[in-house]
């Protein structure tokens, strides 16, 4: 049981072309791993296919030793959650109740609330810093707030695994460290395995023991950020030309300067120029 | 939850208070005392003619024609993630009203029986909501709630051009029959009528009750509700069968209460949220006092005394959405 997620031969489509075609891939129990690429590359597509939020075409994945075919659906959601990219809830929706659907995968019939169900929501709002706003309205939070309580919903899930799509997205500088130092916090303290998608190319290998990158649907690279975070892979997953150095804090590799290679808008402005 | 649940208490009595002043009101006088007499077995001969062969089944078609319409317009507002959703807006109680009229108008008959028409508005709304299924959504692509909802705007005014047509070819009586039917006019009012329509919504009342919890994850987010172990295709079927049960044997039995499914569900998630397991009998018993009220209105004001109880619902409703949209 080193792996959470194995995925063999997996390939995945939207509206009937294939955009992930193949992909073999292991992630390791108990580590942050973060999936970089360039847009348009896959790296969301498999977070989905890998949370069943959109079905694969063939391949299979495994979590937990187990294929998610052979479980049912309430089976998966209590050993693995998953929270897409910007969710949207019912703006009068107090948080309370948003973080109390965590327990669904757990609950029977009209789905009162137990005792244990009540102090694991209680919890999730206490690790995620938000039990202070239990009562207000998700419409009312910020949006580094809205961002803890979906993570929140996620934590009630109690499942060793999580899934993220870009968990920072429209959020400032220090409000994309509160939440991926959540992430660190939950990985150390519940050693819960963490996938998530990070634009961020430079938080992602400050926060990840390992990352993925990908190019054109497939894994270009895997590994721990020193190896993954290259001059090379720069250029060949991102057309960019950038200085690898070293980051004081952590430790981690960091892309300082970049730049685009064949900048297509300087050759057109030469053009101008000669013409 | 709780909060929810004494609010429902609250609104049950209130639809009860109206219930009983709804016995008081019409052209025979009556008192509230001599009311409750009659009910529990007294009172005298016209009294009781009055009250169980005439107010008795008009109110308890009024509620059941509320509740119908109140849940119902739940359902479909969880499932689609928009307010606007209901079953007159997506066309599924025109389609039911097409094959009831279709069948009483071209048949010719004021006896048929009391299974009989519920189970044509099932169909007709079955039918509709199939088509917007159809070309609403395609193999390759995923559920879109925008694209559904224009699909049901359209097949609805598709409706209303092939019921227009068919007033062409009536008599007068069936004429003014279909033209009281559209405004919404409760005319099932004969208690076998009643006896079917309350089981009826009684069985598919518990059995949208029973997906609350799931319609709660659904009306979050498609993708959030597969994380949490939805499947939310099947459920969405199960569901939609379920709204348009009773939404169908609504039309049905009272005819097209256009606003109800909208307005019922505004105000009920106002009072009490957005959790379906409260919202779902909140926005019922909300949309059977408005039923009642306007009922009552029609019924004791000789000004309104033969217009469609329909009519007085959406004037009475229309400034009060329009102030919801510009507040919002």
Same mark, same amino acid.
């Given at each position: 049981?080193?792996?959470?997620i194995?995925?063999r031969?997996?390939?995945?489509?939207?509206?009937?072309?294939?955009?992930?075609?193949?992909l073999?891939?292991?992630?390791?129990?108990?580590?942050?791993?973060?999936i970089?690429?360039?847009?348009?590359?896959?790296?969301?597509t498999?977070?989905k296919?890998?949370?069943?939020?959109?079905?694969s075409?063939?391949?299979?994945?495994?979590?937990? #030793?187990?294929?998610?075919k052979?479980?049912?659906?309430?089976?998966?959601?209590?050993?693995?959650?998953?929270?897409?990219?910007?969710?949207?809830?019912?703006?009068?929706?107090? &948080?309370?109740e948003?973080?109390?659907?965590?327990? !669904?995968?757990?609950?029977?019939?009209?789905g009162?609330?137990?005792?244990?169900?009540?102090?694991?929501?209680?919890?999730?709002?206490?690790?995620?810093?938000?039990?202070e706003?239990?009562?207000?309205?998700?419409? &009312?939070l910020?949006?580094g707030?809205r961002?803890?309580?979906?993570?929140?919903?996620?934590?009630?899930q109690?499942?060793?695994i999580i899934?993220?799509?870009?968990?920072?997205?429209?959020?400032?500088?220090?409000?994309?460290?509160?939440v991926?130092?959540?992430l660190?916090?939950?990985?150390?303290?519940?050693?819960?395995?963490?996938?998530?998608?990070?634009?961020?190319?430079?938080?992602?290998s400050?926060?990840?023991?390992?990352?993925?990158?990908?190019?054109?649907?497939k894994?270009?690279?895997?590994?721990?950020?020193?190896?993954?975070?290259?001059?090379?892979?720069?250029a060949? &997953?991102?057309?960019?030309?950038? #200085?690898?150095?070293t980051?004081s804090?952590?430790?981690?590799?960091? &892309?300082?300067?970049?730049d685009l290679?064949d900048?297509? !808008?300087?050759?057109?402005?030469?053009? #101008?120029?000669r013409? | 939850?709780?909060?929810?649940?004494?609010?429902?208490?609250?609104?049950?009595?209130?639809?009860?208070?109206?219930?009983?002043?709804?016995?008081?009101?019409?052209?025979?006088?009556? /008192?509230?005392?001599?009311?409750?007499?009659?009910?529990?077995?007294?009172?005298? $001969?016209?009294?009781?003619?009055?009250?169980? $062969?005439?107010?008795?089944?008009r109110?308890?078609?009024?509620?059941?024609v509320?509740?119908?319409?109140?849940? /119902?317009?739940?359902?479909?507002?969880?499932?689609?993630?928009?307010?606007?959703?209901?079953?007159?807006t997506?066309?599924?109680?025109a389609?039911?009203g097409?094959l009831?009229?279709?069948?009483?108008?071209?048949?010719?008959?004021?006896?048929? /029986?009391?299974?009989?028409?519920?189970?044509?508005?099932?169909?007709?709304?079955l039918?509709?909501?199939?088509?917007?299924?159809?070309?609403?959504?395609?193999?390759?692509?995923?559920?879109q709630?925008?694209?559904?909802?224009?699909?049901?705007?359209?097949?609805?005014?598709?409706?209303?051009?092939?019921?227009?047509?068919?007033?062409?070819?009536?008599?007068?009586?069936?004429?003014e029959f279909?033209?009281?039917?559209?405004?919404?006019?409760?005319?099932?009012?004969?208690?076998?009528?009643?006896?079917?329509?309350?089981?009826?919504?009684?069985?598919?009342?518990?059995?949208?009750?029973?997906?609350?919890?799931?319609?709660?994850?659904?009306?979050?987010?498609?993708?959030?509700?597969?994380g949490l172990?939805v499947?939310v295709?099947?459920?969405?079927?199960?569901?939609?069968l379920?709204?348009?049960?009773l939404?169908?044997?609504?039309?049905?039995?009272?005819?097209?209460f256009?606003f109800?499914?909208?307005?019922?569900?505004?105000?009920a998630?106002?009072?009490?949220?957005?959790d379906?397991?409260?919202?779902?009998?909140? /926005?019922?018993?909300v949309?059977g006092?408005i039923?009642?009220?306007?009922?009552?209105?029609?019924?004791?004001?000789?000004?309104?005394?033969?217009?469609?109880?329909?009519?007085?619902?959406?004037?009475l409703?229309?400034?009060?959405?329009?102030?919801?949209?510009?507040?919002?």
């Amino acid at each position: 049981m080193e792996n959470s997620i194995v995925t063999r031969d997996l390939s995945i489509g939207y509206d009937g072309t294939i955009i992930v075609p193949s992909l073999n891939s292991e992630i390791h129990r108990g580590k942050i791993t973060s999936i970089i690429g360039a847009n348009g590359c896959g790296k969301s597509t498999v977070l989905k296919a890998v949370g069943r939020i959109i079905k694969s075409e063939s391949g299979c994945i495994i979590i937990n #030793d187990t294929d998610i075919k052979t479980l049912k659906n309430k089976e998966i959601a209590k050993q693995m959650a998953i929270l897409p990219q910007s969710p949207t809830a019912p703006g009068t929706l107090t &948080c309370r109740e948003l973080v109390a659907y965590g327990r !669904f995968p757990y609950q029977k019939g009209f789905g009162k609330l137990s005792k244990e169900d009540k102090e694991i929501i209680d919890w999730a709002l206490e690790v995620t810093n938000m039990i202070e706003f239990r009562d207000r309205e998700i419409a &009312c939070l910020s949006g580094g707030q809205r961002q803890r309580v979906w993570i929140a919903m996620a934590l009630a899930q109690q499942t060793g695994i999580i899934l993220l799509d870009e968990p920072t997205t429209y959020l400032d500088l220090a409000h994309q460290l509160e939440v991926l130092e959540l992430l660190k916090h939950l990985n150390e303290g519940q050693h819960t395995t963490i996938v998530m998608v990070l634009h961020d190319l430079n938080l992602a290998s400050r926060y990840s023991d390992y990352l993925l990158a990908m190019y054109d649907g497939k894994i270009d690279r895997y590994g721990e950020p020193k190896d993954v975070m290259t001059k090379e892979m720069l250029a060949h &997953c991102f057309r960019i030309d950038g #200085d690898i150095v070293t980051d004081s804090r952590s430790g981690k590799p960091m &892309c300082l300067s970049f730049d685009l290679i064949d900048n297509r !808008f300087d050759v057109a402005l030469a053009k #101008d120029d000669r013409g | 939850m709780l909060r929810g649940t004494v609010i429902n208490i609250v609104l049950a009595g209130l639809l009860l208070i109206v219930f009983f002043f709804g016995c008081n009101v019409g052209q025979y006088r009556m /008192s509230i005392g001599k009311v409750f007499e009659t009910l529990f077995g007294g009172g005298d $001969e016209s009294s009781r003619l009055a009250l169980f $062969e005439y107010r008795l089944p008009r109110l308890c078609l009024a509620i059941l024609v509320g509740l119908g319409m109140g849940m /119902s317009g739940v359902v479909m507002q969880d499932l689609l993630h928009n307010d606007l959703a209901s079953p007159g807006t997506l066309g599924v109680s025109a389609g039911s009203g097409l094959l009831v009229t279709v069948y009483v108008a071209l048949l010719q008959t004021n006896n048929s /029986s009391a299974i009989l028409l519920p189970v044509l508005a099932l169909l007709g709304g079955l039918g509709s909501a199939g088509l917007i299924f159809l070309l609403g959504t395609s193999r390759k692509k995923r559920l879109q709630p925008t694209r559904l909802i224009m699909t049901g705007v359209a097949m609805s005014s598709a409706y209303g051009a092939v019921g227009t047509f068919m007033m062409l070819l009536l008599d007068d009586s069936q004429l003014e029959f279909l033209q009281r039917w559209q405004a919404g006019e409760l005319w099932g009012v004969r208690w076998d009528y009643i006896v079917v329509f309350a089981i009826w919504i009684l069985l598919f009342g518990f059995m949208t009750y029973r997906g609350g919890r799931t319609l709660n994850v659904i009306n979050v987010g498609y993708d959030i509700a597969r994380g949490l172990g939805v499947n939310v295709g099947r459920q969405f079927i199960y569901l939609s069968l379920c709204a348009v049960a009773l939404s169908s044997a609504s039309v049905a039995f009272g005819g097209n209460f256009f606003f109800l499914g909208l307005i019922g569900p505004h105000i009920a998630r106002r009072l009490v949220g957005t959790d379906a397991r409260v919202l779902l009998p909140a /926005s019922g018993i909300v949309a059977g006092i408005i039923v009642l009220l306007a009922d009552m209105l029609v019924q004791g004001w000789t000004f309104l005394a033969n217009i469609p109880t329909g009519i007085v619902i959406s004037v009475l409703s229309v400034p009060y959405f329009l102030y919801l949209l510009m507040k919002a």
